[in-house]
């Protein structure tokens, strides 16, 4: 299973993005049943989640994310995505998709996003 990270970059405070994050190797099945996530490591800080969607179809977001960010997935398309709306420079980080079913783990390569105030 290899998780693919697209759609980082930089923009300028109020800006928006959206992060995609396919699944290959995987199949529909797993991917349907397997909880979805997207987090963020900025520089000199520890890894952090950003937003979660459960099989179930339950969503949490970071409490400094609630509005701006929304993730959402494809099943059709193995792909998760997360939306970045309002950005600030607090959001600048490398980004990382995670997909987690039964005791399998797997992650995303990162993709940098920078905001600039």
């Known amino acids: 299973v290899q998780l693919q990270a697209s759609g980082g970059g930089s923009v300028q405070a109020g800006g928006s993005l959206k992060l995609s994050c396919r699944a290959s190797?995987?199949?529909?099945?797993?991917?349907?049943?397997?909880?979805l996530g997207w987090y963020r490591q900025a520089a000199g800080k520890q890894r952090e989640l950003v937003a979660e969607?459960?099989?179930?179809?339950?969503?949490a977001y970071q409490d400094s994310v609630k509005g701006r960010f929304t993730i959402s997935k494809d099943n059709s398309r193995k792909t998760v995505y997360l939306q970045m709306s309002s950005l600030e420079h607090e959001d600048t980080a490398v980004y990382y998709c995670?997909?987690?079913?039964?005791?399998?783990?797997?992650w995303g390569q990162g993709t940098q996003v920078t905001v600039s105030s």
């Open positions: 995670n997909i987690q079913y039964d005791t399998r783990d797997y």
């Open positions: 190797g995987m199949i529909w099945s797993t991917f349907t049943s397997s909880r």
């Open positions: 969607l459960t099989s179930g179809g339950n969503i």
